[in-house]
């Protein structure tokens, strides 16, 4: 739960670092790679081990290297991260899961089970979690998305109308309705993760209608 606060907070910052850069005057090169560094930093490494641990203390597999699997996640997130940095498409959308989502979906998906357990609630949801096949898809299927070819949208907003914003603004209603409904339910994190498949969900049916066409 500490490691889904802390990249919470690690995606605030990340947020809104680039506003304070251009307010500041203050955007170098150095500055982009020190953002990248971060970025792997909160990321990628955190919720690298917060897979790992969770996979190591509550998921039974009679395999002992499975958790390993959970550093899948820090090396993708580092070739997300190196390939936004050279790709010149990325200026306004993403081309791959960005690294802050992947982050947030990883750590909230545990990080609501763990609350669950502890709180003695048993239930699919839990048993999902700590499945190991469903894991390892999981972790697996995450850390493609972040390399993968799959045109997203950005949260950045050039203005603040409904034209040309209408997916941004149908992401943050959604977002806001599951954090009062899950809050409700006493598990706000499952917000968290719910936004980031909802999200997901978006660029997939915008990817494939514009194929389609």
């Known amino acids: 739960m500490y490691a889904m606060v802390c990249i919470l907070i690690g995606s605030v910052f990340d947020f809104s670092d680039g506003f304070a850069a251009r307010a500041l005057k203050a955007t170098s090169s150095i ?12 990321f990628g490494v955190a919720p690298g081990f917060a ?4 996979m190591r203390g509550n998921v039974i597999c009679s395999c002992d290297i499975l958790p390993y699997i959970a550093f899948l996640v820090p090396a993708f997130s580092a070739l997300r991260l190196a390939k936004f940095n050279i790709d010149e498409r990325q ?7 960005p690294t802050p989502a992947n982050a947030i979906f990883l750590s909230s998906l545990v990080a ?3 609350i669950l357990i502890k709180e003695g609630i048993h239930n699919w ?3 999902l979690c700590c499945n190991p096949i469903v894991m390892m898809i999981i972790v697996i299927a995450m850390s493609l998305l972040l390399v ?10 050039k203005h603040f109308g409904w034209s040309g914003n209408e ?9 806001v309705l599951a954090l009062v409904i899950f809050s409700f339910l006493e598990i706000p994190f499952a917000a968290a993760f719910s936004t980031i498949l909802f999200y997901i969900a978006v ?8 194929r389609q066409h």
């Open 51 to 54: 897979m790992y641990f969770w």
């Open 167 to 175: 997916k941004k603004f149908i992401l943050i209603l959604f977002a």
């Open 203 to 210: 660029c997939a049916v915008d990817f494939f209608t514009n």
């Open 31 to 42: 500055g982009k790679e020190l953002d990248s560094l971060a970025d792997q930093v909160s």
């Open 148 to 157: 993968a070819e799959f045109p997203m949208f950005s949260l950045k907003f």
């Open 112 to 114: 609501t089970a763990d």
């Open 125 to 127: 949801f839990t048993d």
């Open 91 to 97: 200026t306004s959308s993403f081309i791959g899961l």
